[in-house]
């Protein structure tokens, strides 16, 4: 037993040394090329740390080759700043300039305006001095004439105002030939009550003598507006002519009459119209010179004297001023509405004219004319007589009369 161990172990060694013989040769074999491989990989490695060096040195050259590049592109990107600045200031500065030129121009500006007031002060004054001398010069002959004569009245009568006085005498006895007996047509139902309350006004009016008025002053006023309403309303057809108080052809030429006031309230109308508010003269004109016989020109001519006229009231009696002088309500209409009426802004203007004995006539008056527009602004047909120049002249004046008072009210109730 110890025997075969022995020998077991012992070929066993024999085994080992063979195999160590035989393997020597592999792993000088493989020695040799390990150190051969060593060799080459330290020359590569030594190739690579020199290509590497190399490369390095390359970069170096490159980076120090790049640095003026990026110096350059710095200079050239603050060039270009301040280039853009340069600009910038320069465009702020022209701004400037303009600002400045525009600053000198409109102090410039007020210099002229400050140094030119006095003289465009002066101007308005000397306009309105003229205004003043062509409205007061029939008064201030008056007075120059009364100086050696002890009546007003009597100095009319001595001027001159001798063509007026013979008008308003025509007038005043159309006028009382009228009242005597208005004789209304069948179809004048539509005016009728209106015509009679101004008719009535009228009667219970207390006016001065016919010799110490003036034509179109307010105290004729109310005697001119009933001969023009009944003469519109004879050529209209709603009305039966009376006989005249005093059969005189000359005297009793209703229709020389009508042209005479026709031309003297035009002229009347547009003078105070220019002097209270001239934007108001295109409106005025625009209906005056455009009427015929047309129904569309009858028409416009009625609405635009209705409009005119209530712009006159509402400027010259505004809202606010006639609801704080009056609560009646005849005069302010709905009080929620803050609009007062019509016959509210004509009281006020009497009362601030100081003429309130003029209000019932005057409110009066404004109906009767309204009645008649409206019906006008129906057409022409609804008129029983048609509307043929005479008509027509009749209506300029009695809307003329109409205005001409309103402006008559509202100049007498200015500030001194």
């Not at 077991?8 to 393997?23: F, G």
């Not at 006989?243 to 105070?272: G, K, Y």
């Amino acid at each position: 037993m110890i025997y075969r161990d022995r020998y077991s172990l012992t070929r066993s060694i024999d085994e080992i040394t063979r195999a160590t013989r035989s393997s020597r040769p592999v792993i000088a074999s493989s020695s040799s090329q390990l150190a051969a491989a060593t060799r080459s990989s330290r020359s590569l490695v030594t190739s690579a740390s020199d290509q590497l060096a190399a490369a390095t040195r390359s970069s170096r050259s490159l980076a120090s080759a790049v640095n003026p590049c990026k110096e350059l592109f710095a200079a050239t990107s603050a060039y270009k700043d301040l280039t853009a600045a340069t600009r910038l200031d320069d465009e702020i500065a022209a701004v400037t300039r303009s600002s400045r030129e525009l600053d000198s121009i409109a102090r410039l500006d007020r210099e002229i305006k400050a140094a030119t007031r006095p003289f465009r002060e002066i101007e308005a004054a000397t306009r309105v001095d003229r205004e003043i001398e062509a409205a007061t010069r029939p008064y201030r002959e008056i007075e120059a004439a009364t100086k050696d004569l002890t009546s007003p009245v009597a100095a009319a009568k001595e001027l001159a105002l001798p063509h007026e006085l013979s008008l308003l005498s025509r007038v005043d006895r159309e006028v009382q030939g009228a009242l005597a007996e208005l004789r209304w047509t069948r179809l004048a139902n539509e005016v009728v009550p209106t015509a009679e309350a101004l008719a009535t006004s009228y009667r219970n009016l207390s006016l001065p003598p016919l010799e110490a008025r003036s034509l179109f002053a307010l105290d004729s006023l109310p005697t001119l507006e009933l001969f023009a309403h009944t003469s519109l309303l004879n050529e209209l057809g709603f009305l039966e002519a009376a006989a005249p108080a005093v059969v005189d052809p000359e005297e009793a030429d209703e229709a020389a009459i009508q042209e005479e006031l026709d031309r003297r309230s035009q002229a009347t109308l547009e003078s105070l119209l220019a002097s209270y508010d001239p934007a108001l003269l295109p409106v005025w004109h625009g209906a005056n010179e455009g009427l015929t016989n047309q129904n569309d020109s009858i028409r416009h001519f009625c609405v635009s004297q209705r409009a005119l006229l209530q712009k006159l009231l509402e400027k010259a009696a505004p809202n606010k001023a006639v609801m704080e002088w009056s609560d009646n309500p005849d005069y302010i209409g709905q009080r929620d509405t803050n609009v007062p009426t019509m016959s509210g802004r004509l009281a006020y203007l009497c009362d601030r004219a100081k003429l309130s004995r003029f209000t019932h006539f005057a409110i009066t008056d404004a109906k009767a004319a309204y009645k008649v527009w409206n019906q006008l602004t129906k057409g022409v047909k609804q008129m029983p007589g048609g509307m043929d120049e005479r008509s027509l002249t009749a209506l300029r004046v009695r809307s003329n009369c109409l205005i001409v008072m309103a402006l008559q009210l509202i100049r007498e109730g200015l500030p001194n």
